[in-house]
């Protein structure tokens, strides 16, 4: 309780940040660990989703998506909680929050032959996700996509990293969501969400949020099952010499023309009437 | 001026014979009449419009207020009435003055939002603008949905955990997995923290009434300071109902059901809230009290006082510390929000008594209703609303 005592903005306080708990999920004999700090909620809800230990990520039960658009992506949850952190005693309630979410989530446009194994095809697949929860969600703010793109290469597997931001940043509520993704098979990957939300000015709190999210990719660790890694030989054997960019810039994006649907007449509940940004199209 | 209008012929827009509970009529130079006889017979399902006739109908209902200062003001929205009360038997109405700066355009302003499953992020999510009115129409196992939170700092942060508490408070009628699917969403109405705000009461009573209005099955969540200001609303509609749609409200909300999460403030302890329900025919689906809220829940405090006697001396000298601690600060607490708003300051050294077209663009809901008004009770060319 010390901590709680002692704790700022600079310096907040999260309950459970060093006693995590060590998880691992069983995706289809593709084994994920990690290592998460407990669920915290100081209005006592419980989690969203405690972790299941096994999921079968080919039985389409439980897969949910959203046909708006020319992309369709569907997923699955498989661990859903919140943290919250605290600063000084002056003030009661929490200064920020994090809610964690991990998905396996499925490509299902995808054109034949493509393989998120291939880094270049998987780039192409998260450009069009980065594309779909910015213009092609046009009903909550617009985005800056993608911050702080990198990749790293852990036990075999490739991870990229990047953040969506909020375009206007005039709210005082200060808000980002940081992601991990990697590929579990031709058409299905991982995707780990960070959603921050802290106050302004929000140097503290996002250096804060950075660190924890930092703490627990550092424990994640994936082993591909046999067959994941056989299919991963022969994409790799196909295209040598594929590679996934190092770097990258947000995009420009200018917001598409859209209005609310009568879904009543069988309407999607956004429509969008006009693309200014063309969504990405897939390159074999 | 001598704080009467009556240099100019005044008409009366409300008078006993609108409803039973009229104390004193309403009267208006004729130049207004028309304007707001089109809004009193249009209102009807219009949360713009039903907020300023109900602003009228509270004048000519309440008593008291009655001072020698003969010139009052009512702040609502972006509204400032004023009126006279020089002539004892009657309310004479002398200007409606929009005042932009009331309303913040701050992504935080009060008022009606929509938080949305976002399937990609796996979270309800706050869109940004500001709504009209409840989209009724939407609905999850068979009742659109309503949340008024209480206190966060700022609305994404409400709206992504007040998502939460409603798949919880709800899970006999549904799971969570149902309802959190793209496209669903449910109503939010924010104060911003401001629990202190008579228009938030008024909001709360229209929002009920629309609903009712429309015969729409509505599940609220209503949570922590929130609770007090809903109350507020629910008792305002079963003691004034001629200000009811404007009538027929009285007691039967059988359609509308509503669960308190961790409610904090005056008259919220459980079983007001559950009588309060009784009476007005609200379903009265629970409460859930956090109970470690001991410094603003009643429930949970006498939970933990009961904890505090129980254990006796253990608790020892800092328990008894803490106990008292929450008196002064809750003392401390209703002092802060008790301190006036913004919006009172603001009202000085304004000077626009007119709603003029080309500023109302920018005024959201009310911009959208309000032309409409001057355009449909005066013909074109006719911007001004005096």
């Given amino acids: 309780m010390l901590k709680r005592l002692f704790a700022t903005r600079k310096h907040p306080y999260m309950p459970g940040l060093n006693t995590p708990e060590q998880i691992t999920v069983n995706l289809s004999g593709s084994m994920l660990s990690l290592k998460l700090p407990p669920h915290y909620r100081s209005d006592g809800f419980e989690a969203h989703c405690d972790p299941i230990e096994a999921m079968n990520i080919y039985d389409p039960t439980g897969y949910g998506g959203d046909p708006v658009g020319t992309a369709v992506f569907n997923s699955k949850r498989f661990i859903s909680r919140q943290w919250e952190f605290f600063g000084p005693l002056t003030r009661l309630r929490y200064i920020g929050s994090i809610s964690f979410v991990a998905v396996v989530e499925r490509i299902d446009s995808l054109p034949e032959g493509m393989s998120c194994f291939n880094p270049n095809h998987f780039e192409q697949v998260i450009n069009r996700l980065i594309f779909k929860m910015g213009p092609e969600t046009p009903q909550i703010a617009k985005k800056i996509a993608p911050v702080n793109w990198r990749t790293e290469v852990k036990n075999g597997c490739l991870w990229l990293y990047y953040e969506i931001h909020k375009a206007d940043d005039a709210d005082p509520e200060s808000q980002f969501s940081s992601y991990a993704v990697t590929p579990l098979d031709d058409h299905h990957y991982i995707r780990l969400m960070f959603h921050n939300l802290g106050n302004k000015p929000s140097e503290h709190s996002n250096r804060f949020v950075n660190s924890v999210r930092d703490k627990v990719l550092n424990s994640v660790t994936l082993t591909l099952s046999e067959y994941a890694q056989q299919r991963k030989a022969e994409v790799n054997s196909q295209w040598p010499d594929a590679t996934i960019s190092p770097q990258r810039q947000p995009y420009n994006w200018i917001y598409p023309e859209w209005r609310d649907g009568d879904t009543s007449k069988g309407e999607r509940h956004v429509v969008i009437t006009q693309y200014h940004t063309q969504p990405p199209k897939f390159h074999l | ?386």
């Fill in chain 2, 1 to 386: 001026m001598n704080g009467s209008t009556a240099k100019s012929p005044l008409v009366a827009i409300i008078t006993e014979r609108d409803s039973s509970n009229i104390c004193r009529p309403v009267y208006m130079a004729e130049k207004q009449y028309e304007q707001w006889k089109f809004i009193k017979q249009n209102h009807n399902g219009n949360y713009y419009l039903t907020n300023l006739i109900r602003a009228l109908y509270d004048l000519a209902a309440c008593p008291g207020g009655r001072t020698h200062a003969a010139i009052q003001q009512k702040i609502f929205g972006p509204f400032i009435m004023h009126y006279s009360l020089a002539q004892a038997d009657r309310i004479e109405l002398i200007a409606l003055k929009v005042d932009q700066s009331l309303v913040s355009v701050e992504g935080q302003s009060p008022g009606l939002y929509k938080s949305e499953w976002i399937r990609e992020e796996g979270n309800w999510i706050t869109q940004d603008g500001l709504k009209g009115k409840m989209d009724l129409s939407h609905q999850w196992k068979g009742a659109h949905t309503a949340a008024i939170p209480g206190k966060f700092d700022g609305k994404r942060d409400a709206g992504r955990i007040i998502g939460d508490h409603i798949t919880k408070a709800y899970r006999a009628a549904f799971s969570a997995s149902e309802v959190q699917s793209q496209g669903n969403h449910f109503s939010l109405f924010w104060m911003n923290n401001d629990f202190k705000d008579r228009a938030h009461v008024e909001s709360i009573v229209s929002f009920i009434q629309q609903a009712k209005l429309k015969n729409t099955s509505v599940r609220w969540l209503v949570h922590g300071e929130a609770a007090g200001v809903f109350v507020e609303a629910v008792t305002y509609l079963s003691t004034q109902p001629q200000a009811g749609v404007l009538k027929d409200t009285a007691s039967n909300l059988v359609k509308q059901s509503v669960f308190f999460s961790n409610p904090r403030g005056k008259d919220c302890r459980e079983k007001q809230l559950e009588a309060l329900c009784e009476k007005v025919g609200l379903n009265y689906v629970g409460t859930k009290i956090n109970d470690f809220d001991i410094l603003f829940n009643g429930d949970a405090r006498d939970k933990f006082t009961d904890k505090a006697i129980s254990a006796g001396g253990v608790m020892g000298l800092s328990g008894v510390t803490g106990y008292f601690g929450y008196t002064a600060l809750s003392n401390g607490y209703d002092a802060v929000m008790a301190g006036s708003s913004i919006a009172t300051t603001m009202v000085i050294g304004t000077s626009a008594y007119v709603l003029a077209k080309d500023k109302a663009t920018t005024f959201g809901g009310y911009a959208r209703n309000l032309p409409k008004v001057v355009s449909s009770a005066l013909g074109k060319g006719n911007q001004q609303w005096h």
